[in-house]
């Protein structure tokens, strides 16, 4: 038995054995595991360590930092989840472990299956019917909000509004979006509103997670809370690909709470471009009468020129055309028109002005009397008289009268 | 005390962007239609135009307010986010 030599393997050479044969077992290297968490730690490094375990049995298991850091969520201790990955044998510990890329919440499967199950029944109920969809107010003056009033999608929702639509009011209803009160809060804050605010509609949102997360917008009190809304319920909850059973009930479902705050509002762009549009045919249609109105006075005029006994003096086809010119003056220019007379009259009285008629040559003659001269028969030769110009005054004396011829 | 006859319209500062907004559009549609009193028509002129300012200075100088509604049904000031 001793003449028998046995091979004699090395520590190291046992482990990579097990470790080739581990890793060369294609079943092992793509599986998914179920378990509860435990001593789970997270180093400096960024790697994730912890074991998976059940009621007999113990997995340990590591995460690089590149996998983990594509968890939304870090699991807890006692956390029940399924993981997904490959194993193989760590040499220097003498175990071998699970080398894993995916952690998902292990009730995942249920939710998924009670959500479908929701959503059925209410679906036959006739909640999520087209025809019970209501329209939203194409400027909603007052804008109810439901969520958390922490999250980013609060913040993204008012950034939305103040930047496309600043003349609406904003109400915020706070409500938890996740956890067991959130249902509750959320159907709650969604009453609150139509009963105290009277919104002209309602935004729903709450931004990205997993299912589990979104587990509070799938309550089936909260999907009747929205149907009994009396303000139609705008949902943007979670990402893209999420639906919830909220989203189904809402009159209408964005896929993100800034796109739901962008379909629930105009854009001041567009506001303004049609506002500059309803300008515009105000003044075509208003000059547009003004023009009809003086087509028919025209009208009327040339009935007048062939029917009435003023047909003579209206044949003067330049006075006509006098008298149009003026009337639509008149209306159009009224104020205008009415400053150009005082003008006008101001420049005539200033050209009565009796200085200003001096100041152009002429002279006023007066009697010692104070009289006025503008007759020769008013004056005797040798007499004496005033002159006066525009500067001053001179006196003189009549030499000779002399009417003139005519 | 002129405004406050029966048929005289409101104060055009004091209207929403909506309301003064929906006057303008019926004004223009009543220009549009068949008015044959120019008086009439130069009066809603006037007040279209003053409405399509007030709309225009609502949009440019329009601020979101945001209020938070309490447990309570109360309206305060929202402070936060």
Same mark, same amino acid.
């Given at each position: 038995m001793f003449e028998q030599e046995q091979a004699i393997w090395s520590v190291r050479e046992i482990s990579r054995y097990l470790r080739d044969l581990i890793e060369s077992t294609e079943p092992l290297q793509n599986i998914w595991v179920q378990g509860e968490i435990s001593n789970f730690s997270r180093p400096k490094s960024g790697h994730w360590y912890f074991t998976l375990k059940d009621t007999t049995a113990q997995l340990p298991c590591v995460m690089w930092r590149t996998a983990a850091e594509l968890q939304l969520t870090v699991p807890e201790d006692g956390e029940s989840v399924q993981v997904h990955g490959g194993l193989s044998v760590y040499e220097a510990g003498g175990r071998y472990q699970l080398y894993v890329d995916e952690i998902r919440p292990a009730g995942e499967g249920k939710l998924y299956q009670d959500f479908l199950r929701l959503k059925a029944k209410l679906e036959a109920e006739g909640l999520?019917?087209?025809?019970?969809k209501r329209a939203l107010p194409g400027l909603p003056r007052r804008i109810g909000i439901v969520t958390s009033p922490v999250g980013a999608a609060l913040r993204d929702i008012l950034n939305t509004i103040t930047r496309r639509f600043p003349l609406a009011e904003v109400i915020v209803a706070p409500a938890a979006v996740?956890? /067991?009160e959130a249902p509750a809060q959320l159907a709650a804050a969604l009453r609150r509103l139509n009963q105290?605010? #009277? /919104?002209d509609l309602i935004l729903l949102a709450r931004g990205g997670g997993s299912l589990e997360d979104l587990a509070?917008?799938?309550s089936e009190k909260l999907a009747r809370t929205i149907v009994a809304s009396q303000a139609p319920v705008v949902c943007g909850i979670g990402h893209e690909t999420d639906f919830t059973i909220a989203d189904f009930a809402a009159d209408l479902r964005a896929p993100t709470p800034t796109a739901a705050a962008e379909l629930a509002t105009p854009n001041k762009l567009d506001l303004a471009e049609s506002l500059a549009e309803l300008s515009q045919r105000l003044a075509r249609s208003f000059f547009g009468l003004v023009r009809e109105q003086r087509w028919a006075l025209q009208a009327t005029v040339q009935t007048l020129e062939r029917h009435s006994p003023l047909a003579r003096i209206l044949r003067d086809r330049q006075r006509v055309d006098d008298i149009l010119l003026r009337v639509e003056r008149a209306l159009r220019q009224r104020t205008r028109l009415l400053k150009a007379n005082q003008d006008g009259l101001h420049a005539r009285l200033l050209a009565l002005d009796p200085a200003r008629v001096l100041e152009r040559g002429y002279a006023v003659v007066s009697k010692t009397d104070g009289s006025v001269v503008?007759?020769?028969? #008013?004056v005797s030769e040798q007499e004496a008289l005033t002159v006066r110009v525009s500067d001053g005054r001179f006196g003189v004396q009549v030499k000779k009268r002399m009417k003139d011829e005519g | 005390m002129r405004d406050e006859g029966r048929n005289m319209p409101n104060k055009i500062e004091d209207l929403k962007y909506e309301e003064a907004f929906a006057e303008l559009e019926k004004i223009v549609e009543e220009l549009e239609?068949?008015?044959?009193?120019l008086d009439k028509a130069l009066q809603l002129f006037e007040r279209g135009q003053a409405l399509a300012r007030h709309c225009a200075a609502l949009l440019e100088k329009a601020e979101l307010r945001v209020q938070q509604l309490t447990d309570g049904g109360e309206l305060e000031e929202f402070e936060g986010n």
């Amino acid at each position: 038995m001793f003449e028998q030599e046995q091979a004699i393997w090395s520590v190291r050479e046992i482990s990579r054995y097990l470790r080739d044969l581990i890793e060369s077992t294609e079943p092992l290297q793509n599986i998914w595991v179920q378990g509860e968490i435990s001593n789970f730690s997270r180093p400096k490094s960024g790697h994730w360590y912890f074991t998976l375990k059940d009621t007999t049995a113990q997995l340990p298991c590591v995460m690089w930092r590149t996998a983990a850091e594509l968890q939304l969520t870090v699991p807890e201790d006692g956390e029940s989840v399924q993981v997904h990955g490959g194993l193989s044998v760590y040499e220097a510990g003498g175990r071998y472990q699970l080398y894993v890329d995916e952690i998902r919440p292990a009730g995942e499967g249920k939710l998924y299956q009670d959500f479908l199950r929701l959503k059925a029944k209410l679906e036959a109920e006739g909640l999520f019917a087209l025809e019970r969809k209501r329209a939203l107010p194409g400027l909603p003056r007052r804008i109810g909000i439901v969520t958390s009033p922490v999250g980013a999608a609060l913040r993204d929702i008012l950034n939305t509004i103040t930047r496309r639509f600043p003349l609406a009011e904003v109400i915020v209803a706070p409500a938890a979006v996740q956890g /067991p009160e959130a249902p509750a809060q959320l159907a709650a804050a969604l009453r609150r509103l139509n009963q105290f605010a #009277q /919104p002209d509609l309602i935004l729903l949102a709450r931004g990205g997670g997993s299912l589990e997360d979104l587990a509070a917008f799938n309550s089936e009190k909260l999907a009747r809370t929205i149907v009994a809304s009396q303000a139609p319920v705008v949902c943007g909850i979670g990402h893209e690909t999420d639906f919830t059973i909220a989203d189904f009930a809402a009159d209408l479902r964005a896929p993100t709470p800034t796109a739901a705050a962008e379909l629930a509002t105009p854009n001041k762009l567009d506001l303004a471009e049609s506002l500059a549009e309803l300008s515009q045919r105000l003044a075509r249609s208003f000059f547009g009468l003004v023009r009809e109105q003086r087509w028919a006075l025209q009208a009327t005029v040339q009935t007048l020129e062939r029917h009435s006994p003023l047909a003579r003096i209206l044949r003067d086809r330049q006075r006509v055309d006098d008298i149009l010119l003026r009337v639509e003056r008149a209306l159009r220019q009224r104020t205008r028109l009415l400053k150009a007379n005082q003008d006008g009259l101001h420049a005539r009285l200033l050209a009565l002005d009796p200085a200003r008629v001096l100041e152009r040559g002429y002279a006023v003659v007066s009697k010692t009397d104070g009289s006025v001269v503008s007759r020769t028969r #008013q004056v005797s030769e040798q007499e004496a008289l005033t002159v006066r110009v525009s500067d001053g005054r001179f006196g003189v004396q009549v030499k000779k009268r002399m009417k003139d011829e005519g | 005390m002129r405004d406050e006859g029966r048929n005289m319209p409101n104060k055009i500062e004091d209207l929403k962007y909506e309301e003064a907004f929906a006057e303008l559009e019926k004004i223009v549609e009543e220009l549009e239609g068949d008015l044959a009193n120019l008086d009439k028509a130069l009066q809603l002129f006037e007040r279209g135009q003053a409405l399509a300012r007030h709309c225009a200075a609502l949009l440019e100088k329009a601020e979101l307010r945001v209020q938070q509604l309490t447990d309570g049904g109360e309206l305060e000031e929202f402070e936060g986010n």
